[in-house]
């Protein structure tokens, strides 16, 4: 049976698994986004505590999906994980200390060793909530925009400037979406906020920053989609697997792949109607139609960059450089052994789902944060 399964296959079975994990992240980036409102959306103590414990009860599992992403992109294409930490590492550095700032708080801001006080680790959390999701959309972009890295016969990359991937923040496409996904959390975030604290003020202020969020991330969403689909792709011949540049690239292969054309519209159209049921309706389950369309867009967004003859980490200035699933790619040994090892993947998804519903079972309460009982 193990003979039937072809080395292509698994090397597009890992880019549906990499693929869903980047999409669930994505959802789950609505911690980031809430700690961006640390200070505004709050105006005294007791209602930061109650956001911070909000966010502080879910903030392991975007840090558990983030590293499980990050290991599975590595293990299944570890010449990408070569290329990207050997040229861009600034910029992967950069996303990882803001993480790093969030673990540190969360576990540190309210023991009572803490010798700097709650408002030093408030502002870490505020950094990570803005810097994280930008910095991870600006990454993102790179799969769609090109770096500047060249490889040579043994695959030893050469970055081409000394800015090692913080010029990715120059190119406007990367910075549209980095933009988008920084206003998309925030969004969730707020959301996600409404629908666990139960306190009529915060829920007032996060229904009116909700309207004020939502243009900037049509906006910068709508730019990158726009960039995207109307700039040079990165497609490689079928039949020789040479690199080259093509117009409108990714506009044709959208709508030459009807299913991830019906994820990414489908994806749009759910977290417009979480906006919408927020802003008019006042529904607490609107964070679970925003969520599940982020994480439908975020899935369609990778397919768009992996799938087909798309190289997903293109070099624009050494086309053959390119990385695509066949050249990035692990052995066929190594995603055979991976892919028996994912199939425990549903049964964590469960144990993240009943662990969320107890979890969420009740609101936080100021009367609950009065009293002591909480953690972070």
Known sequence: MTALISHSFLQGYWWLIISLLGGILLFLMFVQGGQSFIFSLAKSELQRTMVVNALGRKWEFTFTTLVTFGGAFFASFPLFYSVSFGGAYWLWMAILFSFILQAVSFEYRSKPSNVYGTKVFDVFLF???????????????????????????????????????????????????????????????????????????????????????????????????????????????????????????????????????????SGVVLVLTGIYLSIFRRSAKAIWYAGTGTVIVGLALFFLAGYGRSAFYPSFTNLQSSLTLSKASSSRFTLQTMMYVSFIIPFVLAYIWVAWKAINKKKITGEEMAEGEHTY
């Open 127 to 265: 950094i990570n909530g803005c810097l994280g999701p930008f910095l991870i959309g600006v990454a993102v972009g790179t799969f769609f925009t090109g770096s500047d890295f060249s490889l040579d016969l043994y695959n030893r990359v050469t970055w081409g400037t000394n800015w090692h991937g913080i010029e990715a923040l120059a190119n406007p496409a990367n910075l549209a979406l980095g933009l988008a996904v920084l206003f998309l959390a925030r969004i969730l975030g707020l959301l996600y906020i409404g629908s666990a604290i139960d306190d009529d003020q915060l829920l007032q202020r996060s229904h009116k920053a909700i309207i004020v969020n939502t243009f900037p991330f049509l906006v910068f969403f709508l730019s990158f989609v726009a960039l995207l689909l109307t700039s040079k792709g990165f497609g490689a011949d079928k039949t020789t697997g040479t690199i080259s540049q093509i117009k409108y690239f990714y506009l044709h292969s959208l709508i030459t792949n009807p299913l991830t054309l019906i994820l990414f519209l």
